[in-house]
């Protein structure tokens, strides 16, 4: 009989045995991540995976795919990768250029030559280009897809670096430009800036040839508050700054002032969504809120002037008002307009609201798609450029994307739209169908999950599933074509869950799934798999399910706490130990979605979602594979090695795979993606039985006697 290390425990939470693994560049702790990672390759890295991953990369490199655009001034600005071009090039044309089947681009960085001349393991991260003359850009580098980045102006003129320009090292950080000489800093850059969460907790500005590590601090926050910001609103009649400082993930307290600092506070709900234009104030309170003599519903879109708001007054008019299935999405501001995106009952709805003498005008633009998922966003970069047009991306599961442009200021009655672009069909969908169910959760919420595979199967359905549910984000139905190549084209079925947490029904949805509801969140993703058996789509060891970073807690609850409804389970970059996640990197951010572990009352609802700390031995664990990435500075590589080395510990078939770089993703380019993507499918197809060439009852004995025997041999040579 084996003697297992159980540690760490529930009862005994800080006795971990693993701590050295949170040694992210530790030379034991990379060792023990490149021998596991190797280990993983060598079960699931055959012929199989080279095929997928070569089919994933051809989809990635396809000089067909949309390019993405941001219009500032004449040019249309995208960043671009293909197998010529790993890294990416940084590019601009003009829109009738765009509109070209195969337009000319203007090139302006060639990232892959930037980094074999800086001898760098650079990746992009965007540029703030200067608004005023656009002729100067700073540039966001990335060393392995970290958070933390390196700024360097360029000369869009000379297509150079400016040498004494605005340089900076490596830090979590932005920068908005004031002018052409000067910009607002705020960057985690030097001693004492930078929060407990590793963000900027300053606003500097920054002139020309100044040295950024002294030059003056306008606006501050606490080494407890989460972050601040600051940028410069060129939609008023003068130079106007904003100041935002976020104690909290859900909560911001802003300032508008001037070059020298804040000077008024805004006086609104610290959990409210805000937006100004002009004169123009938009809030969306996140809870009931009294004011003016009127109590506003929680996801109410009211508006305000801001000078009669500044000046006392409380009298807002309603645009939006929320639902039960009637939820916001999104507000922005274009050429004076106000533009909302909403659900009703998942289905994409639009409208703009143009303010007048007496009353807002609302128009609903029903020209727009109304049907998949729906994305609107202003064709310009800048607010203050805004001229009414904007970009639309329609797509469904089994639809590819299409951009079309939209002039909002043309007439409803005639043709204002035109389609730019469409991505390349990436999978066969023939004989596919989407439908719409509807699984009952624990306390007899109902849950909706949307389904994509053939009309008609046997009961026995290979299916992906997978879902979310944090931080108030809707997941909807997309276009996803490495699911399509390499599950759907096959023959399997693959669903996506709108569990709680997420931001599908608004506020309501979200905090019935955080802090003690995150529990309540992972129990609707289990009803959605019991959902599937009960219907006779498939049987539980038939159930293959992912999910990422907030994903990963959840997939890591669902092999503690439901094993027994899932065939496999591929967990990424995830967040897992509980018990030290706001000592690791950027996790003391989230105490507001999740709790504060270093609080008995939080920890008592928090140790319940701690996979790393509830996985005990003895139990029904389907195989698993955790995978991280080491450059991933936002959520902790730690998480994964630590969970994966227990597993072992535990004699659970558990495999670990970790990519040296991609960040808080799955890789720096497009063949590290897909080799990311096609690994973890290559797995989860290969333990339920879904590949022709490795039947399921194979590698499931396969997998529990291989870690059994070669797995504790090895693992305790790492633990002595």
């Known amino acids: 009989m084996n003697a297992f290390d159980v540690r760490p425990t529930l009862d005994a939470p800080d006795d971990d045995p693993y701590l050295w693994l949170e040694d992210v560049e530790g030379e034991r702790a990379l060792a023990w991540a490149a021998g596991q990672s190797a280990k993983t390759l060598k079960h699931f890295g055959g012929t199989q995976f080279e095929r997928d991953r070569a089919a994933l990369t051809a989809i990635f490199d396809n000089c067909d795919n949309l390019p993405l655009i941001a219009r500032r001034g004449q040019y249309l600005y995208n960043y671009w990768r293909d197998a010529g071009n790993p890294r990416g090039l940084w590019r601009r044309t003009t829109l009738a250029a765009y509109m070209k089947a195969d337009p000319q681009w203007e090139l302006l960085l060639d990232l892959d030559a930037l980094a074999a001349s800086d001898g760098e393991d650079w990746i992009w991260d965007g540029a703030s280009v200067e608004p005023e003359r656009r002729e100067r850009a700073v540039l966001r580098l990335s060393r392995g897809g970290s958070d933390a980045v390196v700024h360097r102006e360029f000369d869009l003129i000379s297509l150079s670096f400016v040498a004494d320009g605005f340089n900076l090292p490596e830090a979590k950080g932005y920068v908005s430009w004031l002018d052409p000489d000067t910009l607002l800093l705020s960057s985690a850059l030097g001693n004492g800036m930078a929060t407990r969460s590793g963000y900027a907790r300053t606003v500097r500005v920054w002139k020309r040839d100044a040295d950024p ?138 409208e703009m609201f143009t303010p007048g003498h007496q009353e807002w005008t609302r128009r609903v633009l029903n020209t727009l798609p109304a049907e998949g998922t729906v994305d609107v966003w202003s064709f310009d970069a800048a607010v203050h450029e805004t001229n009414g047009e904007v970009l639309v991306c329609a797509q469904d599961p089994i639809t590819p994307p299409q951009l079309l442009l939209f002039d909002l200021n043309a007439a409803p009655s005639l043709s204002a739209s035109a389609i730019l672009k469409r991505s390349p069909k990436n999978f066969d969908a023939s004989g596919l169908v989407v439908t719409r169910h509807e699984a009952i959760s624990i306390d007899h919420e109902l849950i909706p999950y949307t389904q994509v595979g053939p009309a008609n199967g046997n009961g026995d359905a290979p299916i992906h599933l997978s879902a979310y549910g944090g931080f108030g984000v809707s997941l909807l139905p997309y276009y996803n074509s490495p699911l399509g190549k390499l599950w759907l084209e096959r023959g399997g079925t693959c669903v996506e869950a709108n569990i709680r947490g997420g931001g599908e029904f608004g506020t309501r949805w979200h905090d019935a799934g955080r802090r003690e509801g995150k529990r309540l969140a992972h129990d609707d993703f289990a009803a959605v798999a019991a959902d599937l058996v009960r219907r006779g789509i498939t049987l539980p060891r038939r159930i293959a399910a992912e999910g990422g970073s907030n994903g990963g807690l959840l997939i890591a609850n669902m092999l503690t706490r439901y094993p027994e409804h899932f065939g496999a389970l591929f967990c990424t970059i995830p967040l897992i130990d509980m018990r030290r996640y706001t000592k690791l990197l950027a996790g003391a951010s989230w105490i507001d979605e999740y709790g504060d572990p270093d609080k008995a009352h939080d920890w008592a609802f928090l140790k319940e979602i701690s996979a790393y700390h509830a996985a005990a031995p003895g139990q029904p664990y389907p195989p698993i594979l955790i995978a991280t990435t080491k450059r991933d500075d936002r959520v902790h590589p730690g998480h994964a090695r630590k969970m994966a080395a227990k597993l072992q510990a535990l004699g659970y078939p558990a495999y670990f795979y970790e990519a040296s770089a991609g960040g808080h993703g799955y890789g720096k380019d497009n063949r590290e993606q897909a080799a990311f993507i096609s690994l973890g499918t290559n797995f989860l197809r290969s333990a339920i039985g879904f590949n022709d060439h490795l039947p399921e009852m194979a590698v499931r004995v396969a997998t529990q006697e291989e870690h059994l025997s070669s797995i504790n041999d090895s693992f305790e040579q790492e633990t002595k």
């Open 213 to 350: 590590l002294t030059t003056p601090v306008i606006f501050e926050a606490g080494f407890q508050s989460l972050k601040v910001s600051g940028h410069s609103d060129r939609t008023g009649r003068s130079e106007r700054l904003w100041f935002i400082e976020q104690p909290a993930f859900f909560e911001k307290i802003s300032w508008i002032g001037d070059r020298s600092g804040p000077r008024r506070q805004i006086d609104l709900p610290r959990d409210a969504s805000r937006q100004v234009f002009g004169d123009w104030l938009a809030v969306r309170p996140q809870k009931p809120w009294t004011v003016g003599g009127t109590t506003h519903p929680a996801d109410a879109l009211i508006v305000i002037s801001l000078s009669s708001f500044l000046a006392g007054g409380r009298r807002f008019e309603t645009l939006f008002q929320p639902g039960e299935r009637r939820s916001l999405q999104s507000f922005f501001w274009n050429d004076g307009k106000l533009i909302i995106s909403y659900l009703v009952d998942l289905v994409p709805r639009f």
